[in-house]
């Protein structure tokens, strides 16, 4: 079976970073994707790891460790632009068909 | 260079009635996915059609079917519709070997 987990609102500042945490079981595993979804629009690509550790892109890095089915995205510098939802999704097949999670809705406030 | 695609933007049936979404891949892609997203949920994998066939299928019953053709341009079809199929439908198309997909507009359809 497939299990994705992570947390379903979370607040920040405009200006601070947050951490948005994803925890998966799941049979079989290839990788793991981030997307990002603003409200009414389709999800748009930020990363997809495959080896363990931390890779960055701009104001956004994802972190991943295999061992412990654990990821997570970090944004810094948050703008109110970032207030979205954040899906974290797994790739188990290998085909890079991804088993998205319920994502998690970020709010930036001023 | 457009993104991409899908028609119709909305969409109302009724219970029991055929519906035909339409998807138009990005320039240069190959694959068409086609996605159901529930309302405050995360979008879940329909079916995945490569050079016209049906390459890859998720949890979804024979109601949902599915057609690729020459031009990469996709359909899905949804026969007997239930009040459950109500969603947002999203087509993602990417070249075959490659991860990033990108994700059209959707289709938002709802079901009376």
């Known amino acids: 079976g497939q299990n994705i987990d992570q947390p379903t609102e979370m607040t920040a500042t405009e200006g601070a970073i947050v951490q948005i945490n994803c925890t998966y079981q799941?049979?079989?595993?290839?990788?793991l994707f981030w997307y990002q979804q603003h409200a009414g629009e389709a999800p748009t690509f930020l990363s997809y790891n495959v080896l363990d550790g931390l890779e960055e892109k701009g104001r956004f890095s994802s972190f991943l460790s295999r061992s412990k089915g654990y990821s997570y995205l970090l944004l810094k510098e948050l703008q109110m632009k970032d207030s979205a939802s954040y899906l974290c999704?797994?790739?188990?097949?290998?085909?890079?068909?991804?088993?998205f999670g319920r994502g998690t809705s970020l709010i930036v406030h001023p | 260079d457009a993104g991409v695609t899908q028609s119709p933007t909305h969409l109302i049936k009724t219970r029991g009635q055929q519906v035909t979404l339409r998807c138009s891949p990005k320039s240069g892609h190959d694959t068409v996915s086609w996605y159901q997203q529930a309302l405050g949920q995360g979008p879940q994998f329909i079916f995945q059609?490569?050079?016209?066939?049906?390459?890859q299928r998720g949890n979804f019953p024979d109601r949902f079917s599915g057609h690729q053709f020459p031009n990469y341009s996709s359909e899905l079809n949804v026969n007997a519709l239930l009040l459950g199929d109500s969603a947002l439908y999203l087509c993602a198309s990417s070249r075959a070997t490659r991860n990033e997909q990108f994700f059209g507009p959707g289709t938002r359809l709802t079901v009376l």
């Open positions: 059609y490569y050079e016209e066939e049906e390459r």
């Open positions: 799941t049979s079989g595993f290839n990788g």
């Open positions: 999704a797994v790739d188990s097949g290998g085909s890079y068909i991804p088993t």
